[in-house]
Structure formats: structure tokens, C-alpha cells
């Protein structure tokens, strides 16, 4: 009866240990930065998903400076190997401004999906 007990103990251990080294390679993979190429015009942008996965949840943030006062987007889904636009009118500030790009030009984007993200400086 003893024996049973170690036995299972031991491969519970085990178990958990393959566990933790699963969930620290993919923590590895989940920390590194989008890879996403981004284009626009005077309407829109165009994310570009460079990767073999779909992104969704995915959150914009432009012109977004130190102390806030950015233009944001929530709810980007992106599919792997694609790519979606998104119209500079769908992109808003807290109040419900939207981003008008004949009055600002659009400087830097911020794009966050789940723990991984990647910044844009635009030209």
C-alpha cells in the first residue's frame, strides 16, 4: 500500500515538472515582440500579421504620449498570415473624438495582444 502511494506521488512530480517546463517555453514565445509590418494612408491602417497564429483582443493605441491624450481601438482581431484595416474614424479618444488625419498626422501606434505587443514610429 505504501509502495502504491510513492509510485503515484512520484509520477504526480512528474507531471507537474513537465508542466512548469511547457509553460516556461511558451512564456518565452509569448514574450517577444508581434511580428506585424503596419501601412497607412489618409483613411486607414493596414496591420499586417506576419505570423503563423491569429491574434484577437487586440488593443491600438495612436499618438498616445506620456501622460495619455491618445487615440484608442479595442477588439482587433487579426488572422494569421493576413491582414486588416482599420479606418482612422474607428479609432477614438476617451470622450468619443475621433481620430481625424487632415487635422493630426498619425506619429506612433502601439498594438498589444494578450502579453505581447510591438510600437510603431510613423514617418
Known sequence: SDQ??????????????????TTTASEEQNSKELDFDVKFNDYAFQIINNEGQE????????????FGGGYYFNGLTIAA????VVPFTSIT????TRFNSSEIAPKSLFIACGNRSNYF???
Not at 502504491?4 to 517546463?21: C, H
Not at 491574434?55 to 506620456?66: E, I, M, Y
Not at 479618444?93 to 468619443?96: A, E, F, P, Y
Request: hydrophobic residues 15%; aromatic residues 2%; glycine residues 8%.
Open 121 to 123: 514610429q510613423m514617418n
Open 81 to 84: 498570415k493576413d491582414s486588416t
Open 4 to 21: 502504491t502511494q510513492e509510485k503515484k506521488t512520484t509520477t504526480t512530480d512528474n507531471q507537474i515538472n513537465q508542466q512548469n517546463e
Open 93 to 96: 479618444k476617451s470622450d468619443g
Open 55 to 66: 491574434f484577437s483582443g487586440c488593443r491600438l493605441k495612436l499618438n498616445d504620449g506620456l
